[in-house]
């Protein structure tokens, strides 16, 4: 089964158009429209004048009538199409995700050997193990228990490369729908049937299980209020027009109620949210709710750990500092011979650098030779060849192995170099032959490319970055400094991080977290984004609220900046709403009352012809910003690093003022149409 990353579609192409309006007719159900309370209460207004209209009860011209009650129901068809086009940006990469998860079988093992059994894949349960082998597809999530493989996770991620799948440690995790491109591995389910992380992230895209956000809520609390505090305002007009003596027609009423209900914003606000995952998604970051979106839009502290974070995770040997009476030569080529057998990252730079400085001719360690592996216990690795034994590894390790050593003058110098390399934010690696110490490696971690201007541009957006290290603390200090974070943890613990997140919680921040080792799940289930790397564990995948498909730590940087545009989009279009309805005040209010009292006609500054096109404009106005500003809360309101009051500042002259003055022009030239078509 080969994988096709969906295409990207323009917003208004006919791939999404096509299903979106047919999507509009299909949120009419009151079931689905009453989730949106405002533009259910226009859709029962439309109703109520479309029953009055088909019963003949025409108060003003029958006309006038038709169209008021065909851009009322437009106005809840865009609504309903603005949510519908969201939701259909998904649907290609859903259908994608849907293709790759289809017709799965798994190699079912039975008992303790290797004997397995052909299955379909909805028939595992958590804790059956499956076999899979080369060119097979993973039947289900899971975790390694036995071999390891080489995995194709385009399904997954859209990207090529194979990742390494082996048990334990911190690359065990597998996800139905990726394949097997080499060797062997034994998966132990971890998910029972529909559960899966292909099935979370299907309904996740189609916006099936998307629940609103806090911010959401209140802002949808906001919007009920003003329109039961907008609808007792209009069902008491009726009692004033009689006392003043005159009346006022239902259709006329209903406008009003309709002009006056932040329609726009109500209309758009769940369309901003579900585009608001949908780039996380096509960021490659699967957000598990949209609580987690909206909260790193919030985000005052960044948790990052050094290795393959702020650093690009290999330590390189950049110098060889021999002890006096040893040449650098010697110590390069003691160094040389120790690493020869050393498939690291940190053994491979050793080798590289003695060829290079040093000239060092090519070799193979004879057959006779004896490597002795680094271990935790013992903290160093070595050779024995040609007679002679190498060891390095760490200074004290070095140091408590070599008899007689510690209080040389060796040692001590041994030691002075090791604090310069220390205080540089070096790792140093001691290296001894045969009882000699001969000198010290010095290995850099490499910071990543642009770490400290993506700090600084953290930095200029309030945010505060926190480097966590297992480093001693001079170490970790000169490193902070190198890459511009604001602060660093060092010799941290799982307990250390999870107790720094809670102070930081207590102070009434809002803390982000990057992880992927099991020892991060707490701290990834404490911190209020917990972004974890779809290459770590099963238990830092469950523990985090975002999942990042790329497995780059760097990400939750841009992580942020999306929260942050999500933020603004909902602030900037809420903005434009309520003073896009003020605007519209000034359009239908003089217009209703002005029978009443002619005075109001002061206020019809937009100079409308009568009070049928007022009317009738500000409606078909009402009704066409929404799909006008459908492009904007897709796309979202583009983010720039600058503080609150700045963004503020910026909100309102563009959309507050682009709110005013956009319905004066827009009603203006609608009542002109209108008025030269006849219509009204």
């Known amino acids: 089964m080969s994988y096709h990353p969906p295409k990207r579609l323009s917003v208004f192409s006919w791939e999404l158009m096509g299903p979106a309006i047919v999507g509009s007719f299909r949120k009419l159900d009151p079931r689905q429209l009453v989730r949106n309370p405002v533009m259910f209460a226009t859709a029962i207004v439309a109703l109520l004048l479309t ?17 008021l009650v065909l851009w009322l129901w437009l106005t809840v068809l865009f609504g309903n199409f603005a949510e519908a086009l969201a939701e259909g940006r998904g649907k290609a990469q859903a259908d994608s995700l849907r293709d790759t998860k289809a017709q799965l079988w798994a190699k079912q093992l039975i008992g303790v050997g290797d004997v397995w059994d052909r ?3 909805t028939r595992l349960m958590a804790g059956d193990r499956v076999l899979v082998e080369t060119n097979d597809l993973i039947p289900a999530d899971g975790e390694v228990v036995e071999g390891v493989a080489s995995v194709n996770e385009a399904a997954i991620t859209g990207e090529s490369a194979p990742v390494i799948r082996e048990a334990g440690g911190d690359r065990s995790a597998v996800t139905a729908g990726t394949r097997v491109i080499s060797d062997w591995i034994k998966v132990r389910v971890s998910q029972e049937p ?12 189609e916006g099936a299980q998307r629940q609103k956000t806090p911010n959401e809520i209140a802002l949808t609390i906001l919007l009920v209020g003003l329109t039961i505090i907008f609808l007792i305002a209009v069902s008491t007009i009726p009692s ?8 006022i027609a239902v259709p006329l009423l209903a406008a009003l109620l309709i002009t006056l209900i932040p329609t726009t914003i109500a209309a758009l606000l769940s369309a901003i949210g579900i585009a608001g995952m949908d780039r996380l998604v096509r960021f490659n970051v699967l957000a598990k709710s949209g609580r987690a979106v909206e909260a790193a839009g919030d985000i005052d502290v960044i948790l990052l750990d050094k290795t393959g974070t702020v650093t690009i995770g290999d330590r390189r040997a950049t110098e060889f500092r021999p002890v006096s009476g040893v040449s650098a030569t010697e110590l390069a080529e003691a160094a040389y011979l120790a690493s020869l057998a050393d498939e690291t990252p940190e053994g491979r730079s050793i080798v590289a650098l003695a060829r290079e400085r040093y000239g060092l001719p090519e070799r193979q360690l004879p057959q006779e030779a004896k490597f002795d592996p680094f271990t935790a216990q013992t903290r160093l690795s070595g050779v024995e060849v040609d007679g002679s034994r190498i060891r390095k590894g760490a200074v004290d390790a070095i140091l408590a192995h070599t008899p007689g050593a510690a209080d040389s003058a060796a040692a001590a110098e041994l030691r002075r170099i090791t604090e310069e390399i220390a205080r540089s934010g070096g790792t140093p690696l001691a290296v001894e032959r045969d009882g000699r110490l001969l000198g010290i490696l010095h290995l850099k971690d490499i910071l990543k490319a642009g770490m400290r201007e993506r700090f600084a541009e953290l930095r200029r957006m309030g945010i505060r970055t926190v480097m966590i290290t297992g480093d001693n603390p001079m170490t970790a200090a000169a490193i902070a400094a190198e890459a511009g974070v604001d602060d660093f943890l060092a010799e941290a613990t799982p307990e250390d991080k999870l107790a720094l997140i809670r102070r930081e919680q207590i102070g009434g921040r809002l803390v982000a977290m990057c992880g992927d080792g099991t020892n991060d799940a707490p701290a990834l289930a404490q911190a209020d984004v917990g972004l974890t790397m779809n290459t770590g564990t099963q238990a830092a995948r469950e523990a985090g609220n975002m ?3 790329d497995s780059d730590p760097t990400k939750l940087i841009e992580v942020v900046g999306l929260g942050k545009q999500l933020l603004m989009t909902r602030g900037a279009l809420t903005t434009f709403s309520v003073a896009n309805d003020v605007a519209k005040y000034f359009a239908i209010i003089p217009a209703i009352f002005v029978i009443l009292y002619p005075s109001l006609g002061i206020f019809n500054v937009m100079g409308l012809e009568s009070s049928q096109s007022a009317i009738l404009s500000a409606i078909i106005f009402n009704a066409l910003i929404i799909p006008a500003l459908v492009p904007l809360a897709l796309k979202g309101v583009r983010y720039r690093p600058a503080p609150a009051a700045q963004i503020l500042r910026r909100n309102l002259a563009i959309y507050g003022v682009g709110g005013i003055v956009a319905p004066f022009i827009g009603i203006k030239l609608i009542d002109i149409a209108v008025n030269g078509l006849g219509l009204a």
Request: charged fraction near 5%; hydrophobic fraction near 60%.
């Open 51 to 67: 029953v009055l209209l088909a019963s003949g009860h025409v108060a003003a011209s029958i006309g006038f009538q038709v169209q």
């Open 119 to 121: 299955v379909p894949a």
């Open 194 to 205: 529909g559960q899966g992380f292909l099935d979370r992230m299907i309904a996740l895209v």
């Open 240 to 247: 004033f027009a009689a006392y003043a003596g005159g009346s």
């Open 547 to 549: 999942v990042d498909l």
